[in-house]
C-alpha cells in the first residue's frame, strides 16, 4: 500500500507497506513504515516514518512506535506502549535518531516506556509500567522504574 490514504474511522496510511491479512482499527496513522502480514493494529496507534513491525504481532491501542524502530516477528506490544528514540529531545535544532530493536517473541505490558538504543531481547517479557533503559537479555523478564531482571525464562515456558 503506498500513497495517502484515508479509511474510514480518519485512519491515515501514507506511503506504507502493509503486509497480507493485516488488520488495523480506527484512528491510526502509519507513515512511511512497513507493517508485516497478519497483524493486528489497535486503534490510536502511530507508528512512523523508517520504522517496521515484523509478521504475526499484535500491538494494542494507544501505542507510539516512533522512527528508528524495528520489531520482529511474533511481538506483543500492549497498550499506550511509547518508544522514545532521541536521548536529547529539542523542539528546534538538530536531533539524531537512536535506533531501538524489539527481537521476536518479546512481550511488552501495558503503559511501558522503551528508551532509544536498547534491544529487547527474544522471548524476554516486559512487565506492565516498566521503563526500559537498558538492553534487556533474551528470554529474561523484566519490571521496575528502571526495568530490571526478576526472572530468566527456561525452555519452554510461556
Not at 499506550?80 to 511488552?108: M, R
Not at 517479557?125 to 526472572?151: E, Q, Y
Request: proline share 4%; hydrophobic share 35%.
Amino acid at each position: 500500500m503506498s500513497n495517502t490514504i484515508k479509511t474510514g474511522q480518519f485512519t491515515i496510511i501514507r506511503d506504507a507497506e502493509i503486509g497480507e491479512k493485516t488488520v488495523i482499527w480506527h484512528h491510526c496513522n502509519l507513515f512511511g513504515c512497513r507493517i508485516g502480514k497478519n497483524c493486528k493494529i489497535g486503534s490510536y496507534v502511530e507508528i512512523g516514518p523508517g520504522s517496521s513491525v515484523g509478521d504475526d504481532c499484535k500491538i494494542e491501542a494507544f501505542a507510539y512506535i516512533c522512527s528508528g524502530v524495528t520489531i520482529g516477528n511474533k511481538v506483543f506490544i500492549g497498550p499506550h506502549v511509547t518508544f522514545i528514540n532521541d536521548k536529547y529531545p529539542k523542539a528546534v535544532g538538530d536531533w539524531k535518531i537512536v535506533p531501538t530493536l524489539v527481537e521476536s517473541g518479546a512481550s511488552i505490558g501495558a503503559n511501558t516506556t522503551i528508551l532509544c538504543g536498547v534491544t529487547i531481547g527474544k522471548n524476554s517479557l516486559i512487565a506492565a509500567g516498566s521503563m526500559v533503559t537498558k538492553d534487556v537479555p533474551s528470554n529474561t523478564w523484566v519490571a521496575g522504574n528502571p526495568a530490571r531482571p526478576m526472572k530468566r525464562k527456561t525452555s519452554g515456558a510461556s
